[in-house]
């Protein structure tokens, strides 16, 4: 039995890995994202089902961190925009 | 050859599977803790145990939340194709 894989294996294994790490830091970001977010939302004592504002309030959390990353992101480059005049 | 592959696939993708289950009830755990075991006694009472069962079940709902709002936004935000794209920041 051979020890190694063929090529085209070999390659199909490497894509593979790519697509399982970049689904595993996914997986990551949800994880913290769920954390925050329940930290911000969900403030009382636990009970038998989510009310409605605690719902919305994820979901907004969730959007709302995204907008914030990429409004950081626009603020950044307009930065250094300004500072190359 | 084959069966091997398959094989180490199959196992990479329940590693990774059983660590964000793990990482999952890790957190429901502390921050279950933190909202319902305030005064810790003996034993956990009865009480505590309620809160700490419906704790774990709305964590696992603010899971579910964020994972569906979080796929549906990084999709949405493919489609789109934005320049300065969530794909720069994830």
């Known amino acids: 039995m051979a020890d190694k894989f063929d090529e085209a294996s070999q390659r199909e294994l490497t894509e593979f890995l790519e697509r399982q790490q970049a689904q595993a830091r996914m ?10 977010c329940w930290d911000k939302c969900v403030t009382g004592t636990p009970s038998t089902r989510f009310s409605r504002s605690e719902e919305n309030c994820l979901a907004n959390c969730v959007d709302r961190f995204l907008d914030t ?3 950081m ?3 950044l480059e307009e930065k250094r925009i300004q500072s190359g005049r | 050859m084959t069966a091997r592959k398959e094989a180490m696939m199959n196992s990479v993708k329940q590693e990774l599977a059983l660590a964000n289950a793990q990482e999952l009830m890790n957190k429901a755990s502390e921050r279950c803790f933190t909202k319902c075991v305030t005064k810790p006694g003996e034993s956990l009472s009865s009480s505590e145990q309620t809160c700490l069962s419906r704790c774990l079940d709305r964590y696992m709902d603010a ?4 994972s569906k709002t ?7 935000e493919r489609l789109e194709g934005q320049q300065a794209g969530l794909q720069d920041v994830l």
Do not use: E, P
């Open chain 1, 27 to 36: 997986s990551s970001q949800i994880q913290n994202f769920t954390v925050s």
């Open chain 2, 70 to 76: 979080y796929v549906a936004r990084v999709s949405r």
């Open chain 1, 73 to 75: 992101v626009k603020q």
């Open chain 1, 69 to 71: 990353s990429l409004f």
């Open chain 2, 63 to 66: 899971f579910n939340i964020v």
